[in-house]
């Protein structure tokens, strides 16, 4: 099973530029364009947050046209910048909703069962996974008890050692995650945005793959008294292959920039 992994558009509709700087209508158009040339098509993509940067209708509605262009299936989660009743009036077909609201999602038709968890906290940069979440993915990993899964969500939960991002990360919740993961015991990995970097690390026993910005980067610098900053680093998503037996094996993959 092949898994295309978007993060981080950050969308602007009206050729707008984010920070002045990047266009990130323009840039995620090179992203459908990358995925469209693919010469491995993914069975599945997941789209781990911050779709849009203004979490608008007309964002979300341009974001769901280029991702249905490509004629596969498609689930998403919010991020910090994503909004939950704008993603519904567009995306219905990528998004679960709980009976509390919450956008996570359960997709079962793949041989790797794909559970996706909401960390939103809506006006806030931080996530957190707060009880209500919690309780649905308890129930969730029960229901796949005994089936391999295949967890992503928009907030790390992990340190990364980006101090000033981190400090944005899953600020609640972390710790009952990996409990529930690890009582799951066949969770191949977590997959996160947010960082605008490839990044790895664990949840307790559980990989955590971190997927660059599918428009621009943040820059590697592990100084805790430096603030983010922007680099000059390509667009990219990643593609994880998944096999019975093998587990999961990721790599990043470069959007060829603006000619």
Not at 9 to 27: I, P
Not at 191 to 196: I, R, S, T, V
């Amino acid at each position: 099973m092949l898994i295309a992994q978007i993060s981080d558009s950050h969308f602007l509709a009206g050729g707008k530029r984010l920070a002045g700087r990047f266009d990130t209508g323009a840039a995620f158009a090179r992203l459908i364009d990358s995925l469209e040339r693919q010469t491995s098509r993914p069975d599945l993509i997941l789209f781990s947050g911050d779709l849009g940067e203004d979490a608008t209708v007309e964002e979300y509605a341009a974001v769901g046209a280029g991702l249905r262009r490509l004629g596969i299936p498609v689930l998403a989660v919010p991020g910090n910048h994503d909004a939950r009743t704008p993603m519904r009036a567009e995306l219905p077909d990528m998004l679960g909703v709980t009976d509390t609201g919450h956008l996570c999602l359960l997709e079962e038709r793949f041989p790797l069962a794909v559970i996706g968890l909401d960390t939103l906290v809506e006006g806030k940069p931080h996530g957190e996974l707060c009880p209500a979440r919690l309780a649905w993915l308890k129930a969730t990993l029960e229901r796949v008890a005994g089936r391999p899964v295949l967890i992503f969500m928009h907030h790390p939960p992990m340190t990364t050692g980006l101090r000033h991002m981190d400090s944005m990360g899953l600020l609640e919740g972390r710790e009952a995650l990996a409990d529930l993961v690890a009582d799951h015991g066949a969770v191949e990995a977590i997959l996160c945005g947010h960082m605008h970097r490839t990044i790895q690390g664990r949840c307790g026993s559980v990989p955590v793959r971190v997927a660059p910005s599918a428009s621009h980067q943040i820059a590697f610098d592990l100084r805790p008294e430096e603030p983010y900053r922007f680099s000059t680093e390509p667009a990219q998503y990643m593609m994880h292959l998944w096999q019975e037996g093998a587990g999961l094996v990721s790599h990043a993959v470069a959007v060829a920039p603006a000619e």
